[in-house]
């Protein structure tokens, strides 16, 4: 990135070039507020430049149909994100707040992702078969066409390439929105983009905005033939209502509330620990965070008691200072938010812990509620809070479980070995684990039930996403 009055400014990469935008945007660490960099500002403008750019790519280059080109561009993508590791994992700690071990295993995990998007490109799953005597039919699997991907801000290294890494390779030109929050983080990941000589201009496209005219563009345009949102519920809707006149194929992960049911059998030396870290990871700021804890009766009172003092133990500090355990949220107005939901919730629950908050620096907090119709159930925080509720039986633990609009995952923990198979069968969740929290493999398909999402990322459904099904019918000439 050029430097601006020696700190660093990032630019869009459209069409294969460097493009700066009237507007510019500060970037400034949540801990501390300090400026950290500029970056271009985009909008519509850069959305419809960088679709019609993606557009030609897609339309008269070989990229759709050239597999090895694409599984060789995602290997190369892997080998520069390698490299410039260490530089991104402290600049997404500073930018985005959380703990540089959090920001490690974001970064790290993504070089084997695209890895795996590289094997999955040279992988064909059409079929085919002679239907009568000299007809054959068969399928293939095509690029649907160009891909949008509107990138959240809490995860942007791995939640940009969970997206674009299977729209590659499917054979998909990409369009990608990255948030403003983390403009520095989008400029590194655009110039690892601009130095991968397997992708020519045009395929791949990033811009930066602040504000909310270039989505727009993106969910209505006839060109884009596929949209990738994680986000919200409430803007999944939206997304959903401006994109039906395109009839464009969309695949959203949404909200979660994620419920951590804990039996009487649980081993809570392994429990603790675990649920701690699910409240207090990337500070809350996670579609997974264990945001509702449901204990059973018996032992209530012990999970109560570990539980309170090992979140009022958690070091709150600057994501790249060593010493933290959890970051800050990504700014001041998000921390005051969540500090004024759990001030609200104490009106009709007991709040165990409240955590205390400097700045973006907001602690955990713990609140006992019985009323699964209360707004601290049935709402996503998206910070470091979680409910405490009590259960008597597996039916009262699904019922309570299962009382929200949410279903993006579960946790069980028993030492019952038939137990997770059925529990596990009656939550409406898209992933449910058992003793263990947040594991998903690139392998395997991930997304939610209900109204935390449509389609699924990662795992062969992942590239299906971004794929079109064509029926071919071949009738062999009499000889």
């Known amino acids: 990135m050029p430097k601006t009055e020696t700190l660093p400014h990032a630019r869009h990469y459209i069409d294969g070039q460097w493009q700066d935008s009237g507007s510019r945007g500060e970037s400034r660490s949540p801990a501390t507020n300090g400026l950290l960099g500029t970056f271009a500002d985009g909008g519509a403008r850069e959305a419809r430049a960088a679709v019609a750019a993606a557009r030609r ?75 009568r005597p000299g007809m054959y039919s068969m399928t293939l699997r095509e690029a ?32 990608m929105k990255m948030p403003a929050q983390t403009g520095l983080v989008n400029g590194v990941l655009s110039e690892i983009i601009a130095d991968t000589p397997s992708l020519d201009p045009g395929v791949f496209n990033v811009f930066t905005e602040s504000g909310n005219a270039g989505a727009p563009e993106l969910v209505s345009s006839p060109d884009v033939d596929v949209l990738s949102y994680t986000g919200s ?20 992960e949404l909200g979660g509330k994620t419920p951590m049911l804990v039996f009487d059998d649980a081993d809570l030396d392994a429990v603790v620990p ?16 264990g945001s509702r804890i449901l204990v059973q009766r018996g032992v209530a009172d012990e999970l109560r008691r570990r539980l309170v003092a090992a979140l009022e133990a958690v ?60 707004p601290i159930v049935q709402r996503e925080v998206f910070g470091p809070v979680a409910t405490f509720e009590v259960f008597d039986s597996e039916a009262d633990a699904v019922a309570r479980a299962n009382a929200t609009e949410f279903g993006l995952a579960a946790s069980i923990w028993t030492r019952d070995v038939d137990r997770p198979l059925r529990v596990g069968r009656e939550l409406r969740a898209g992933t449910v684990w058992t003793n263990t929290w947040a ?15 449509v389609g699924r990322l990662n795992g062969i459904r992942g590239i299906e996403e971004f794929q079109e099904t064509k029926h071919l019918v071949h009738v062999a000439p009499q000889l």
């Open 57 to 131: 790519a897609f339309d008269s280059t070989v990229w759709s149909r050239d597999r090895h080109r694409r599984a060789a561009a995602l290997h190369e993508l892997a080998d520069r994100l390698e490299q410039r590791k260490d530089e991104l994992i402290t600049l997404l700690a500073r930018e985005n707040g959380k703990v540089l071990s959090e920001a490690a295993i974001e970064v790290e995990g993504t070089i084997p992702k695209l890895r795996y998007h590289a094997a999955l490109a040279l992988t064909d799953y059409g079929r085919a078969g002679e239907v």
């Open 144 to 175: 649907a066409g160009v891909a949008a991907v509107i990138v959240p801000w809490n995860s942007p290294v791995i939640l940009s390439a969970r997206s674009f890494a299977p729209a590659l390779a499917a054979g998909c030109t990409v369009v």
């Open 233 to 252: 519920t409430a803007v999944g809707r939206v997304i959903m209502e401006q994109a039906a006149p395109t009839l464009k194929t969309l695949s959203m």
């Open 274 to 289: 675990v649920l701690t870290k699910a409240v207090t990871m990337f500070a809350g700021q996670f579609c997974m965070t």
């Open 315 to 374: 070091r709150v500090g600057p994501g790249d200072d060593p010493a933290s355990e959890m970051g800050a949220m990504i700014d001041e107005g998000n921390a005051q938010r969540v500090e004024q939901t759990v001030a609200a919730a104490a009106d009709y629950a007991t709040v165990l812990v409240r955590g205390k908050r400097d700045r973006a620096l907001l602690g955990p907090s713990l609140i006992e509620v019985a009323d699964v119709s209360s």
């Open 439 to 453: 594991m998903v493999h690139d392998q395997f398909e991930e997304g939610g039930f209900k109204q935390s999402g």
